[in-house]
């Protein structure tokens, strides 16, 4: 996956106004602008995501580094400068996990205000998941009764278990928020997250911390998994076999949770330089492949399901959904 993807089309139709979401999380920045359209849809009429690692060392010191703090506000002035030309009307922007651990996230803040005129609002774990799964929900299985939604993230790990009603709508039964992603498992690990024995311990490990939340009413025979984030879309772009990443493709897209996994599996055994070669994967995202798939791995272990669900999307499109809904578009 490449680290700077930016993307942008002429909307068509009739829709409403431009909206824009900013989520800056513990190791991406992305942004997405889409018009309200029909059937609670949105058309994207411009997008931006690179590669920022805000949460670089932020559990071992606690604090963002000079470094992590000036690559976030360049990734943060390109966005506003984005927006500023689709003149959205409405602008919402987010900061998780790398910053609620920060005890200088003021400051980035103040930078995001004062240096690229973008409110930044540093939100809890809760509001995370509920994000997650409002930006998620559209893809839940209609001959399934429910859904596990998970999102693995730089800093953090969300679950939420979504139920389908009588009346067709989803409804959340759990969910958590557990403070270990693909950039705070690699850090633990150092050079060991970068290799097959190193994977076998950070999968066990994972394991044991989601245990206590696994099943809790979970029906794998007829409910399914739903992965977001980095490293699910990745592994779910290898196993199409793309030659690079591809969203279209991606998104929505189907897939038998034992071939995935037989892709961990082959994912586990290669080395950095190995994996960076692959194109839905590269350079950028090779060091953290590892750390993202044993948490997959535990997961899918915890939650057996035949089927999984793989979606490119998630915070964003919550947002997006929920400002739709406060607008009244």
Same mark, same amino acid.
């Given at each position: 996956?490449?680290?700077?993807?930016?993307?942008?089309?002429?909307?068509?139709?009739?829709?409403?106004?431009?909206?824009?979401?900013?989520?800056?999380?513990?190791?991406?920045?992305?942004?997405?602008?889409?018009?309200?359209?029909?059937?609670?849809?949105?058309?994207?009429?411009?997008?931006?995501?690179?590669?920022?690692?805000?949460?670089?060392?932020?559990?071992?010191?606690g604090l963002i580094s000079d470094e992590a703090m000036d690559r976030t506000i360049a990734a943060l002035k390109i966005c506003a400068e984005h927006i500023r030309k689709s003149r959205a009307t409405h602008v919402r922007a987010i900061a998780t996990q790398a910053a609620r651990l920060a005890q200088n996230s003021a400051t980035l803040v103040a930078r995001a205000r004062d240096e690229a005129g973008l409110d930044l609002t540093i939100i809890s774990a809760e509001?995370?998941?509920?994000?997650?799964?409002?930006?998620?929900?559209?893809?839940?299985?209609? =001959?399934?009764?429910?859904?596990?939604?998970?999102?693995?993230?730089?800093?953090?790990?969300?679950?939420?278990?979504?139920?389908?009603?009588?009346?067709?709508?989803?409804?959340?039964?759990?969910?958590?928020?557990?403070?270990?992603?693909?950039?705070?498992?690699?850090? =633990?690990?150092?050079?060991?997250?970068? #290799?097959? #024995?190193?994977?076998?311990?950070?999968?066990?490990?994972?394991?044991?911390?989601?245990?206590?939340?696994?099943? =809790?009413?979970?029906?794998?025979?007829?409910?399914?998994?739903?992965?977001?984030?980095?490293?699910?879309?990745?592994?779910?772009?290898?196993?199409?076999?793309?030659?690079?990443?591809?969203?279209?493709?991606?998104?929505?897209?189907?897939?038998?949770?034992?071939?995935?996994?037989?892709?961990?599996?082959?994912?586990?055994?290669?080395?950095?330089?190995?994996?960076?070669?692959?194109?839905?994967?590269?350079?950028?995202?090779?060091?953290?492949?590892?750390?993202?798939?044993?948490?997959?791995?535990?997961?899918?272990?915890?939650?057996?399901?035949?089927?999984?669900?793989?979606?490119?999307?998630?915070?964003?499109?919550?947002?997006?959904?929920?400002?739709?809904?406060?607008?009244?578009?």
């Amino acid at each position: 996956m490449q680290a700077n993807r930016t993307t942008g089309r002429k909307s068509a139709g009739r829709q409403g106004p431009p909206l824009a979401v900013l989520d800056l999380g513990t190791n991406n920045c992305r942004l997405l602008i889409a018009r309200p359209a029909a059937h609670d849809r949105f058309r994207a009429v411009g997008s931006f995501s690179r590669v920022v690692r805000l949460g670089e060392g932020v559990t071992a010191t606690g604090l963002i580094s000079d470094e992590a703090m000036d690559r976030t506000i360049a990734a943060l002035k390109i966005c506003a400068e984005h927006i500023r030309k689709s003149r959205a009307t409405h602008v919402r922007a987010i900061a998780t996990q790398a910053a609620r651990l920060a005890q200088n996230s003021a400051t980035l803040v103040a930078r995001a205000r004062d240096e690229a005129g973008l409110d930044l609002t540093i939100i809890s774990a809760e509001a995370e998941a509920d994000l997650a799964a409002l930006g998620c929900a559209p893809l839940v299985g209609h =001959k399934h009764k429910g859904a596990l939604i998970f999102d693995i993230g730089g800093g953090s790990t969300e679950i939420i278990h979504l139920g389908r009603s009588a009346n067709g709508e989803t409804d959340k039964k759990f969910s958590a928020s557990l403070p270990f992603g693909v950039v705070t498992l690699a850090e =633990k690990y150092g050079n060991a997250s970068q #290799s097959r #024995s190193g994977f076998e311990k950070m999968r066990t490990a994972m394991t044991a911390q989601f245990l206590p939340y696994a099943q =809790k009413g979970f029906d794998p025979k007829n409910e399914h998994l739903l992965g977001t984030s980095g490293t699910v879309t990745t592994l779910a772009a290898l196993a199409l076999k793309l030659p690079r990443y591809n969203r279209q493709r991606v998104d929505a897209s189907w897939h038998e949770t034992r071939h995935m996994l037989k892709i961990v599996d082959k994912v586990a055994g290669m080395d950095v330089a190995a994996l960076a070669k692959l194109g839905p994967i590269g350079q950028e995202r090779a060091d953290l492949m590892l750390a993202g798939s044993a948490i997959f791995g535990a997961i899918c272990a915890l939650w057996p399901s035949r089927m999984l669900r793989v979606a490119d999307r998630g915070l964003r499109e919550g947002m997006l959904r929920q400002m739709r809904q406060e607008l009244s578009l």
